[in-house]
């Protein structure tokens, strides 16, 4: 990637959010479409923030899309309004992540690399930082989509990514194209498309699990593997895979969850709870191994190998409608959706807010 700088006229100011004004060098690549801008250094979400006084009860967001803990311990939020990162009880905005118009983006999935780079896929391309910088990419610099879905970090160091038009890889210097059967349109969501991709997951053994309209598949040592119609799921419509501490494979779909053993996938809520249109969307396991997830968005059930069980919320105790169920390195169940972002603590949801408690 060869650098250039750009004289400071030709950069627009940013706004942080502790109200100053930050001007930031550009570089980009050849093809000049990537676009590199500086973090805010350690910035604090004050009372005086923008962002803050935005959000009913100081929410970090009213629609908190995924939460991810990197392997320093930094805790990430996606939301409505970009990325947030907590270090040192600290909470910061990262402004850096821009459409290519230069307008704010909502932040679907978030992933680290090898190399400790953070990855960001959202509403108008991808984003990466590394070290105090943000470098953005969009369909310009040869993504396959802007509107990404789910972002994923291979042993390789190669990303993958799962847009709205299917998947590609980025190995560092080009986007490539990773080619899928085409599905079908999802009538009962908003947005839907015959090539959509839900979630891509890297297991324990290096295998790529992708989650599509056209069903799940698995992708290893070169080969690509339609596990739908080998283990029975009854259902193109595939949400996500989740691998437990133990190595068992969990798949959320339209019609159940299903537990993946010796190539035979068994829907655990066949007959048991109803589904509903939307089906099982995320999955975590607590520390105690039972199995966390999410029906419906809001209806939460947890599994202990033996028995499913409603975990019963009233009106004191409710959490948010749930996009991400999420397990921290402190075991530590987080649930993010609309609403916000919660913990589950002492039985208790607990709301965190812009202040805490972290």
């Known amino acids: 990637m060869r650098k250039e700088r750009i004289s400071f006229h030709s950069v627009k100011t940013v706004i942080i959010i502790s109200l100053t004004i930050l001007i930031s060098p550009c570089y980009g690549q050849e093809n000049g479409n990537d676009i590199r801008n500086k973090i805010p250094q350690r910035q604090p979400v004050s009372q005086n923030s923008t962002i803050e006084n935005k959000y009913l009860n100081e929410q970090i967001s009213q629609v908190v899309r995924t939460v991810f803990q990197d392997s320093k311990g930094n805790i990430w939020f ?13 909470l910061i905005h990262i402004d850096g992540i821009k459409s290519e118009s230069g307008k704010g983006v909502t932040i679907k999935g978030i992933t680290e690399d090898k190399d400790g780079t953070i990855w960001f896929g959202h509403t108008d391309g991808i984003s990466s930082i590394k070290g105090e910088s943000v470098l953005n990419y969009y369909e310009s610099d040869g993504l396959i989509s802007n509107d990404v879905w789910c972002i994923a970090a291979d042993s390789n160091g190669n990303i993958w990514i799962g847009t709205i038009k299917g998947a590609c890889i980025f190995n560092g210097q080009e986007f490539i194209n990773f080619e899928l059967p085409e599905g079908k349109i999802d009538s009962t969501r908003g947005i839907s498309s015959t ?9 324990s053994k290096g295998t790529l699990w992708l989650s599509s309209n056209a069903g799940l598949f698995s992708y290893s040592n070169n080969a690509l593997i339609d596990v739908s119609a080998r283990a029975g799921i009854q259902t193109n419509f595939v949400n996500m895979v989740f691998e437990d501490k133990a190595g068992g494979i969990w798949i959320s779909t339209k019609e159940g969850l299903y537990n993946f053993k010796e190539n035979i996938a068994t829907n655990i809520t066949d007959g048991e709870i109803e589904i509903g249109k939307k089906g099982i969307r995320s999955i975590a396991e607590d520390k105690d191994g039972k199995i966390w997830f999410n029906c419906n968005q809001n209806n939460l059930y947890t599994y202990d190998g033996k028995q499913l069980i409603e975990y019963q919320q009233s009106e004191d105790n409710k959490g948010p409608g749930i996009f991400q169920i999420y397990k921290d390195n402190n075991d530590r ?11 589950l603590e002492n039985e208790k949801f607990l709301n965190i807010t812009m202040n805490g408690p972290w």
């Open 195 to 203: 090539k959509m991709i839900h979630d891509i997951t890297v297991d």
């Open 333 to 343: 169940l987080w649930f993010v959706g609309f609403g916000g972002a919660y913990r």
């Open 78 to 90: 996606g939301t409505q309004n970009g990325a947030f990162r907590l270090t040192d009880k600290s």
